[in-house]
C-alpha cells in the first residue's frame, strides 16, 4: 500500500476531526499532495492541496478558514484538520499524491490514491 488514510470517523456538527495520510517515501518526494472527498452518487470533490515545500496551499471555498492541511516531509505524512464540522462535510476523505501540476484541483492531476476514510458529521 502507497498511501494509507486514516482518522475518520463519528463527529458532531461544530466538532473538530484530524484525518492522516501515511505515504510510501517514493510517493512523498517533490509531489503536491491533496485531499478529495466523495459521498454517494457524486464526483470526487476537491478539498485541499499543499506543495512540496509546504509554503504553498489551496482550499475548496466551502472549506477556506475551517480546514487546515499540512504535511511532514520528514515522516511521510499528509495531514488534514477540520474544525468547525458541518453536516455537509460528510463524505468519504481520500488523499492523493504524485501531482506535477499546480494548483492540483482535479482528480486526474494526481497518479496516486488512498483507499479513504469515512467522516459522518451528525447533528
Known amino acids: 500500500v502507497q498511501l494509507q488514510a486514516f482518522g475518520g470517523g463519528l463527529v458532531q456538527a461544530g466538532g473538530s476531526l484530524r484525518l492522516s495520510c501515511a505515504a510510501s517515501?517514493?510517493?512523498?518526494?517533490?509531489?503536491?499532495m491533496g485531499w478529495f472527498r466523495q459521498t454517494p452518487g457524486k464526483e470526487r470533490e476537491f478539498v485541499a492541496a499543499?506543495?512540496?515545500?509546504?509554503?504553498?496551499?489551496r482550499y475548496a471555498d466551502s472549506v477556506k478558514g475551517r480546514f487546515t492541511i499540512s504535511r511532514d516531509n520528514a515522516q511521510n505524512m499528509l495531514y488534514l484538520q477540520m474544525n468547525s464540522l458541518k453536516l455537509e462535510d460528510t463524505a468519504v476523505y481520500y488523499c492523493?499524491?504524485?501531482?506535477?501540476?499546480?494548483?492540483?484541483?482535479?482528480?486526474?492531476?494526481?497518479?496516486?490514491w488512498g483507499q479513504g476514510t469515512l467522516v459522518t458529521v451528525s447533528s
Open positions: 492523493a499524491a504524485d501531482s506535477t501540476t499546480w494548483p492540483p484541483v482535479l482528480p486526474q492531476n494526481f497518479l496516486s
Open positions: 517515501k517514493h510517493i512523498f518526494n517533490n509531489y503536491a
Open positions: 499543499i506543495n512540496w515545500g509546504g509554503d504553498g496551499k
